[in-house]
Structure formats: structure tokens, C-alpha cells
């Protein structure tokens, strides 16, 4: 027998080459999608880090910006408080008292006037709690009033106002809150009394 290959047979090592070629090429494709699809995770991963940490930056800026007074602040509301302190110990206005007194009055009312307006510009505000009801995250309960004339949990009095700068706390108002006043004071008890 001849080793040489039948003219007449088909030819079977052409079609098995280009099948191992084709399929190379679409392993080699799709291996590449595969890498292109994790390369561009990691892209978008990254951009949305970057934009989270550009976006933390600018408000670690504004909130440092906003609140960098805030001891300045703090001192300068003490100053707005000794000088209505100051305005309060002055006597009741009369009618036989000397015009220099009325003028003081006057003129330390118009700086105060000033003193609030130019600190309001400058995100510094002056909140009285009287009538509103308590909230521990601006009040500061220095005592409590028995009363029926307000529902308990209403602040009463105000020693001192709540200061805040750009809405945060500067100083807490110093009040007095009401609470109901015992059941036998409002007739409850009597009531209760009768019923029993």
C-alpha cells in the first residue's frame, strides 16, 4: 500500500483548522468583552468615587466657611446679652425723668436694634422660646411651673433666648416649662372621689 494521500478523498484537515480558528477568535472575543465589561466597572466605580469624594470636599468646605466664627460667634452673642441685660436694669420710663435718661434708653434700645440686625446678616439669630412648646435640642429646662394656662411640655419663661448660627447651636434657652398641676388641684381627684 501507498502512504500517499487519495486525491479523490475529501479533504478533511482544512475544515477542522478553520473551526479551530474560528473558535480561537470567539474565545479570544469574548475573553476580551469579559476584561472591557471589568475595565469599565472599575471606570465607573472610580468616576462615582471621585464624585463622592468632590461632593464631601465642597461640603466640608461650606460647612467650614459657615461655621469657622462659630467661637467668635458665640462670644459676640454673650456681648448682645449683657447689653440687653444692661437695657433691661435701666428704670421704667416716667414722665418727670431727666431727657439725658430717656435719650440713654433710646440710644442704647438703637444699638441693640443694630447690633441684632447686623448679626441676623451675618447668620447669627436670636430666638425667643416663650409660648412655643420645649425642645431639648434647643432649650435648656432650668425648672418646672404647675399651671393649667398652658398644656404642659409649653415653655413658660425664657431666662435667656436660643442663639443659633445658620441654624446651628450657638447657645441653648434657658427656661421654665409647664406641667399639669396635681390631679386634686383641677378637680380630677375630686371627681374621682365622688365616684368612688
Avoid at 95 to 114: D, M, N, T
Avoid at 182 to 188: N, S
Amino acid at each position: 500500500m501507498s502512504s500517499e494521500p487519495d486525491p479523490t478523498a475529501p479533504d478533511t484537515s482544512l475544515p477542522e483548522t478553520a473551526e479551530q480558528l474560528m473558535q480561537a477568535a470567539s474565545d479570544r472575543i469574548a475573553a476580551l468583552e469579559a476584561e472591557l465589561a471589568e475595565q469599565r466597572d472599575r471606570w465607573m466605580r472610580a468616576e462615582a468615587e471621585m464624585a463622592n469624594v468632590r461632593a464631601r470636599a465642597r461640603r466640608d468646605v461650606d460647612e467650614t466657611r459657615q461655621y469657622a466664627v462659630q467661637k467668635f460667634a458665640a462670644d459676640v452673642v454673650e456681648a448682645a446679652e449683657n447689653l440687653h441685660r444692661g437695657l433691661e436694669s435701666l428704670p421704667p420710663a416716667e414722665h418727670h425723668e431727666p431727657p439725658i435718661v430717656a435719650k440713654l434708653r433710646e440710644g442704647l434700645a438703637g444699638i441693640e436694634r443694630s447690633f441684632l440686625a447686623i448679626l441676623e446678616r451675618n447668620g447669627i439669630r436670636r430666638d425667643d422660646p416663650t409660648g412655643t412648646g420645649f425642645d431639648p435640642n434647643l432649650h435648656q429646662a432650668m425648672g418646672e411651673q404647675e399651671t393649667m394656662a398652658h398644656p404642659p411640655g409649653t415653655v413658660v419663661q425664657a431666662y435667656t433666648p436660643a442663639w443659633t448660627l445658620n441654624g446651628r447651636l450657638l447657645r441653648p434657652a434657658m427656661v421654665v416649662v409647664a406641667k399639669a398641676p396635681p390631679a386634686e388641684l383641677t378637680g380630677e381627684g375630686a371627681r374621682l372621689d365622688r365616684t368612688a
